[in-house]
T-cell receptor, first 113, second 114 residues
Framework: DAGITQSPRHKVTETGTPVTLRCHQT?????MYWYRQDPGHGLRLIHY???????DKGEVSDGYSVSRSKTEDFLLTLESATSSQTSVYFC????????????FGEGSWLTVV | AQSVTQLGSHVSVSEGALVLLRCNYS??????LFWYVQYPNQGLQLLLK??????LVKGINGFEAEFKKSETSFHLTKPSAHMSDAAEYFC????????????FGTGTKLQVIP
């Protein structure tokens, strides 16, 4: 258990509105990730962070931005939500000890109508 | 580049039968390999992992996996399926591009038939 908390856990929003998902970790891990999960696609990396203010794009970053102003918090923002961004979003952190293992939060279910 | 292929998006087994979930990977460097399990409406939970050393890895809930370099495989097995094993299972690999970059397969849903 990597002490990862995601909020909100469920959200319904309208097309064109901005949405921010928050990830909070208590383990002081350097690496944090945002994935989205969709049927048939598994988990796809949106953005990741390797330190405060240090972020990089993943394979499906279009339409998303991230920020990390503190080690423990990693925010994912949908600037203008679209229906194609309806998904389950998972935050994860990586422990660099004992095999660089990723641990996941419980997920945030986002529906864009 | 690295990738993971999970053969079979759905697998059905009878309760008490052998569970075999297949995973093949590609990696340009020695890989780290992982299996995760996801129960409905939950996050992913680590089942087991291979980094270095012994190629047969034991995990939680009676699962194990064997790293076979020559076959680029990391198949997940359990001798006897239980109803509680019904879930979705994801294989993952890291290594190419750094061990902090983890690539996941598309998942295999395991159904256990009473």
């Amino acid at each position: 258990d990597a002490g990862i908390t995601q909020s909100p856990r469920h959200k319904v929003t309208e097309t064109g509105t901005p949405v921010t998902l928050r990830c909070h970790q208590t383990e002081n891990h350097r690496y944090m990730y945002w994935y989205r999960q969709d049927p048939g696609h598994g988990l796809r990396l949106i953005h990741y962070s390797y330190g405060v203010k240090d972020t990089d794009k993943g394979e499906v970053s279009d339409g998303y931005s991230v920020s990390r102003s503190k080690t423990e918090d990693f925010l994912l923002t949908l600037e203008s939500a679209t229906s194609s961004q309806t998904s389950v979003y998972f935050c994860a952190t990586l422990t660099e000890y004992s095999g660089n293992t990723i641990y996941f939060g419980e997920g945030s279910w986002l529906t864009v109508v | 580049a690295q990738s993971v292929t999970q053969l079979g998006s759905h697998v059905s087994v009878s309760e008490g039968a052998l569970v075999l979930l297949r995973c093949n990977y590609s990696s340009s460097v020695p890989p780290y390999l992982f299996w995760y399990v996801q129960y409905p409406n939950q996050g992913l939970q680590l089942l087991l992992k291979y980094t270095t050393g012994a190629t047969l890895v034991k995990g939680i809930n009676g699962f194990e996996a064997e790293f076979k370099k020559s076959e680029t495989s990391f198949h997940l097995t359990k001798p006897s399926a239980h109803m509680s094993d019904a879930a979705e299972y994801f294989c993952a690999v890291s290594g190419s591009g750094g061990y902090q970059k983890v690539t996941f397969g598309t998942g295999t849903k395991l159904q256990v038939i009473p």
